[in-house]
Protein backbone atom coordinates (compact mmCIF):
# COMPACT_ATOMS: atom_id res chain seq x y z
CA UNK A 1 0.00 0.00 0.00
CA UNK A 2 2.89 2.50 0.63
CA UNK A 3 4.48 1.46 -2.54
CA UNK A 4 0.93 2.55 -4.18
CA UNK A 5 -0.40 5.61 -2.54
CA UNK A 6 2.69 7.20 -0.98
CA UNK A 7 6.09 6.73 -2.98
CA UNK A 8 5.59 8.88 -5.64
CA UNK A 9 5.69 11.97 -3.23
CA UNK A 10 7.34 10.35 -0.61
CA UNK A 11 10.06 7.69 -2.73
CA UNK A 12 10.32 4.13 -2.72
CA UNK A 13 12.57 4.27 0.73
CA UNK A 14 10.33 7.34 2.03
CA UNK A 15 13.19 9.81 1.71
CA UNK A 16 10.93 12.22 -0.16
CA UNK A 17 12.32 11.57 -3.54
CA UNK A 18 9.52 10.17 -5.75
CA UNK A 19 9.19 10.93 -8.85
CA UNK A 20 6.31 13.68 -8.36
CA UNK A 21 8.34 15.64 -5.56
CA UNK A 22 9.66 17.54 -8.67
CA UNK A 23 6.15 18.85 -9.48
CA UNK A 24 5.57 20.24 -6.27
CA UNK A 25 6.37 23.87 -5.01
CA UNK A 26 6.45 22.08 -1.61
CA UNK A 27 9.48 20.12 -0.08
CA UNK A 28 8.29 16.71 0.51
CA UNK A 29 8.95 15.50 3.93
CA UNK A 30 11.53 12.42 4.58
CA UNK A 31 9.52 9.86 6.52
CA UNK A 32 12.94 8.07 7.93
CA UNK A 33 14.03 10.79 10.44
CA UNK A 34 10.13 10.75 11.86
CA UNK A 35 11.72 8.68 15.06
CA UNK A 36 14.92 10.59 15.35
CA UNK A 37 12.95 13.68 15.84
CA UNK A 38 10.87 12.49 18.49
CA UNK A 39 13.88 11.08 20.63
CA UNK A 40 14.05 8.47 19.32
CA UNK A 41 10.64 6.59 18.96
CA UNK A 42 8.62 6.72 16.18
CA UNK A 43 4.92 8.78 16.84
CA UNK A 44 2.71 6.14 15.73
CA UNK A 45 -0.86 8.04 16.49
CA UNK A 46 0.51 10.98 15.35
CA UNK A 47 1.46 9.55 12.05
CA UNK A 48 -1.87 7.97 11.56
CA UNK A 49 -3.52 11.12 12.09
CA UNK A 50 -1.04 12.91 9.17
CA UNK A 51 -2.06 10.12 7.08
CA UNK A 52 -5.80 9.98 7.34
CA UNK A 53 -5.88 14.30 7.90
CA UNK A 54 -9.61 14.44 8.45
CA UNK A 55 -9.38 15.76 11.09
CA UNK A 56 -6.39 18.21 10.99
CA UNK A 57 -7.45 21.55 10.86
CA UNK A 58 -6.31 23.35 7.75
CA UNK A 59 -4.39 26.19 9.67
CA UNK A 60 -1.93 26.71 6.58
CA UNK A 61 -4.40 26.49 3.70
CA UNK A 62 -4.46 23.24 2.12
CA UNK A 63 -2.00 20.88 2.58
CA UNK A 64 -0.05 19.49 -0.38
CA UNK A 65 -0.80 15.97 0.82
CA UNK A 66 -4.11 14.12 -0.30
CA UNK A 67 -6.40 13.78 2.44
CA UNK A 68 -5.80 9.84 2.38
CA UNK A 69 -8.99 9.43 4.80
CA UNK A 70 -11.36 10.70 2.66
CA UNK A 71 -9.58 8.66 -0.30
CA UNK A 72 -10.11 5.29 1.80
CA UNK A 73 -13.29 6.31 2.52
CA UNK A 74 -14.73 6.34 -0.66
CA UNK A 75 -12.94 3.41 -1.31
CA UNK A 76 -14.42 1.32 0.75
CA UNK A 77 -17.87 2.89 0.23
CA UNK A 78 -20.35 0.04 0.29
CA UNK A 79 -18.38 -2.61 1.54
CA UNK A 80 -18.86 -3.80 4.78
CA UNK A 81 -17.22 -1.44 7.93
CA UNK A 82 -15.98 1.37 5.71
CA UNK A 83 -14.76 3.60 8.47
CA UNK A 84 -12.67 0.69 10.47
CA UNK A 85 -11.47 -0.25 7.04
CA UNK A 86 -10.03 3.46 6.36
CA UNK A 87 -8.31 3.37 10.02
CA UNK A 88 -7.10 0.06 9.50
CA UNK A 89 -5.19 1.42 6.09
CA UNK A 90 -4.16 4.26 7.55
CA UNK A 91 -2.69 2.15 10.89
CA UNK A 92 -1.18 -0.42 7.91
CA UNK A 93 0.19 2.18 6.35
CA UNK A 94 2.30 3.65 9.52
CA UNK A 95 3.11 0.30 11.35
CA UNK A 96 4.89 -0.08 8.17
CA UNK A 97 6.68 3.87 7.83
CA UNK A 98 8.14 2.97 11.42
CA UNK A 99 10.10 0.08 9.81
CA UNK A 100 11.78 2.39 7.55
CA UNK A 101 12.89 4.72 10.52
CA UNK A 102 16.92 5.55 10.33
CA UNK A 103 18.07 4.36 13.64
C1 LIG B 1 1.14 14.30 -3.80
C2 LIG B 1 2.32 13.98 -3.03
C3 LIG B 1 2.17 13.16 -1.77
C4 LIG B 1 1.66 11.89 -1.65
C5 LIG B 1 1.12 11.00 -2.75
C6 LIG B 1 1.78 11.55 -0.26
N1 LIG B 1 2.32 12.57 0.45
FE1 LIG B 1 2.74 12.60 2.45
N2 LIG B 1 3.30 14.55 2.32
C7 LIG B 1 3.41 15.27 1.15
C8 LIG B 1 3.80 16.63 1.46
C9 LIG B 1 4.05 17.74 0.45
C10 LIG B 1 3.92 16.71 2.86
C11 LIG B 1 4.29 17.96 3.71
C12 LIG B 1 3.04 18.54 4.31
C13 LIG B 1 2.16 19.19 3.25
O1 LIG B 1 2.58 20.16 2.63
O2 LIG B 1 1.04 18.70 3.02
C14 LIG B 1 3.61 15.37 3.37
C15 LIG B 1 3.65 15.01 4.71
C16 LIG B 1 3.52 13.73 5.19
C17 LIG B 1 3.73 13.32 6.57
C18 LIG B 1 4.15 14.25 7.72
C19 LIG B 1 5.65 14.16 7.84
C20 LIG B 1 6.23 14.99 8.96
O3 LIG B 1 7.42 15.38 8.83
O4 LIG B 1 5.55 15.23 9.95
C21 LIG B 1 3.49 11.98 6.64
C22 LIG B 1 3.57 11.09 7.86
C23 LIG B 1 3.11 11.56 5.29
N3 LIG B 1 3.17 12.64 4.45
C24 LIG B 1 2.78 10.27 4.95
C25 LIG B 1 2.26 9.89 3.71
C26 LIG B 1 1.69 8.59 3.41
C27 LIG B 1 1.61 7.45 4.40
C28 LIG B 1 1.27 8.62 2.12
C29 LIG B 1 0.53 7.53 1.36
C30 LIG B 1 -0.72 7.04 1.98
C31 LIG B 1 1.60 9.94 1.58
N4 LIG B 1 2.19 10.67 2.58
C32 LIG B 1 1.38 10.32 0.28
C33 LIG B 1 3.16 14.80 -0.12
C34 LIG B 1 2.59 13.58 -0.44
Redesign the pocket.
Known amino acids: ?2 LQ ?2 S ?3 GREGKGDGP ?2 RD ?1 K ?4 D ?1 TG ?1 AK ?1 HKGSYPLDD ?1 IA ?2 DGRRLVRAHGD ?4 V ?1 GEIFRSEAEGKKYPELTTLLKAKT ?2 EY ?1 GTLQKK
Do not use: F, G, Q
Not at 26 to 29: Q, R
Not at 63 to 66: D, E, L, Q, S, V
Open positions: MYYCSCHVSLVKVPLLKVTIRAMPWIAI
